[in-house]
């Protein structure tokens, strides 16, 4: 038998070239940086941020090499349309979890390779409301951002833009805004949520807001609605910092290094970072010299590399004086609600991030609790609908055979519910170490009252949704989603580890930027608003110019928007929006 495919030849790379989706391709004979180089910046972590930053950075003219611990994703080669088969894209390194109401780490938290949590995130892109950035001062719990909405705004509307963001001409909560690309169609799910939300008087949004093409762009294609989204987009619809941000980085020299751990970021004798050491895929030790580091691991591996790099002077971990590196580690309630229809849903349809409410993100005294959640499509495909059938039901052997055999009738909506930032919930580094030698990160993480309250009410008001729209049977799964926090930002150092432009107050040269440095979460999804900060830092970076690399003087002066660093063909016109933006 022929082992031709019966339609054309399969796309072996036949070069070095990688291969991003049916019409995008990138030649990695990128820029290469000796060890001994030394260059401008050295990212450490190639994932939503640090894909923005390389692109930035090297646009304006900095040598930047970009110590990434994963591979360099060649999609057409590495990923297949199999949810079994996309597990390769998470972190799944060991990592040690504890406290009262543990996370359970892995496919649930961050993601590993280039595009980091961008290459398997469901892309659901809302921006935080403008409260996020107030929450002490109006509520009286969490943090203040030391930094306004109105400050972001403008990088929201650029990175809205720039992945692009589909959704309707007419956004009704927070700052009410349109998106640049017209909503998508609506899948089963969305059906449902947008039925039980009207039915309850509650309003919701269709076909959005999503960082997925409802019409095609430059060399991507539009959504083909397969559902594989959180596996990677092999259509190359979905926007992830691979396809969008990266190609333009090494296009401008900056060097992405696969597969190089960075375990400690080095100091030298005046308090100024000088490298990052790291071990490269055959475990060999390196060096690279920098005279500026950025740290952009995420939530876990932000904190666990600044603790393991403690040192003299620095005893507690880099970047840690304040005590306060590691702690208030958030993850948002992501309790999923499931229901039965006699209808068929068919959840694996669409992606899985089409259609959402945020009625009841902001605080309202008479639930008994501070802050919101929202309320969100969920689709997952059969080993994860098996994986909340045993949780939800205790579905079983042939039991669970039973229910699998009725996925197309079920539907999920997901609570996306802000939990506060506690002192206790934190990343600390353990005994034990991982395959390199490093030692792990420790995670512990609990509830506390306001927390529990929310999540039962929000829960309870996505079952109602569920029933409003004409379930037979509703069972739910307790769970958390995303992760921020840990380095947070402020502009107290002694309760804050970076300031607001991501650089840390201990050390001159060394910034953190990623989702770590949020200090609340609001119950928006985190990608738009961490892929927005990193536009921030770099603009306040470029405008820094040398001072950084020389200068232990901080000017806190606000950049200017570089509009014209967006990746080429942001601005193109002819999208296939109606509205106003
Ligand atoms: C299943 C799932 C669905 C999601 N869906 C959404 C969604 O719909 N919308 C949304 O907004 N968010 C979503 N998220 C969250 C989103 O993916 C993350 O918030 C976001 O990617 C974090 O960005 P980051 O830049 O902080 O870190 P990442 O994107 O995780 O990038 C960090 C990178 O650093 C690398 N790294 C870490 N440590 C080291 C080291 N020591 N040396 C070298 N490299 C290192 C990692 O390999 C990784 O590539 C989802 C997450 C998951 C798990
Ligand atoms: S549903 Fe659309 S965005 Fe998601 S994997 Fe399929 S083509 Fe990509």
Known sequence: MSSQPIDGEFQTPTTSEKILGPMQRISPEMQRFSDNELVDYCIVGVGAAGGVLSQRLAKSGFKVVGLEAGPFWDTERDWVSDERGSHELY???????????????????????????????????????????????????????????????????????????????YFPWGDPHGYPYGPHPMGGVGDVLVKGCSNLGIRSCAGGPVAILSGSRGNRPHCIYRGFCIQGCKVGAKASTLITHVPEALEHGAEIRERSMAFRVSLDGRNRANGVFYYDREGREHFQRAKAVIVSGYAIETPRLLLNSACPGHEKGLANSSGTLGRYLMAQAGNVVLGRFEDLIRLYKAPPAHALSEEFYETDPKRGFARGFAIQTVGPLPIAFAKQMMAAKGAWGWGLRRVMMDYNHWATLGVLGEILPWPDNRVEVAEQKDQWGIPVAKVTFSLHDNDNKLIEFGKNKVEEVLWAAGATEVVQEKRYAHLVGAARMGSDPSSSVVDKFGRTHDVANLFVCDGSVMPTQGSANPGLTIQALAARTADYLISQGDQIFTSEKRDMTRPPVRTELSPAGTFVHGVPRLAHV
């Open 91 to 169: 972190w799944n390194d060991l990592r040690i979890t504890g406290g009262t109401d543990p996370l359970s780490l892995g496919e649930n938290n961050s993601g590993k390779g280039v595009g980091g949590g961008s290459v398997h995130w469901a892309a659901f892109a809302p921006r935080f409301h403008p409260s996020d950035f107030r929450v002490y001062t109006q509520d009286g719990v969490g943090a203040d951002w030391p930094l306004s909405y109105e400050e972001l705004k403008p990088y929201y509307e650029l990175l809205e833009r720039e992945i692009p963001v589909a959704g309707p001409a």
